[in-house]
C-alpha cells in the first residue's frame, strides 16, 4: 500500500467481505497518529546503512597511512599509550 500506490501483497475473500477504502490522507493520518497502525503497514527493510557504517567502509579507509605497531611481549598498558600517542 505504500509502495508508489502498487500493491505488495495480493489478497482474496473466500466469502463474501466488506472492503472498506480509506481516502489517502486519512490512511496516512492514521498512520501518523498510530505506531502500531504505521508498523504494521510500512513494510520497508529500514534505512540504508550510512557510508560511514563500519561494515560498509572500504578497507583502505579503515587502514592507518603509517600503522602503529608493537612487539609480542608489550603489555596493553604500554600498547594503549602507544596508541593514545
Do not use: W
Request: glycine letters at 2%; hydrophobic letters at 40%.
Amino acid at each position: 500500500m505504500l509502495r508508489d500506490g502498487q500493491a505488495v501483497t495480493a489478497a482474496r475473500a473466500e466469502v463474501p467481505a466488506t472492503l472498506l477504502a480509506l481516502p489517502t490522507d486519512r490512511f496516512h493520518a492514521l498512520m501518523a497518529e498510530h505506531e502500531t497502525v504505521a508498523r504494521f503497514y510500512n513494510r520497508s527493510r529500514g534505512p540504508r546503512p550510512r557510508r560511514s557504517d563500519l561494515a560498509t567502509s572500504r578497507v583502505e579507509t579503515l587502514i592507518a597511512v603509517k600503522p602503529i605497531t608493537c612487539k609480542p611481549d608489550t603489555s596493553a598498558q604500554d600498547a594503549a599509550r602507544k596508541l593514545h600517542e
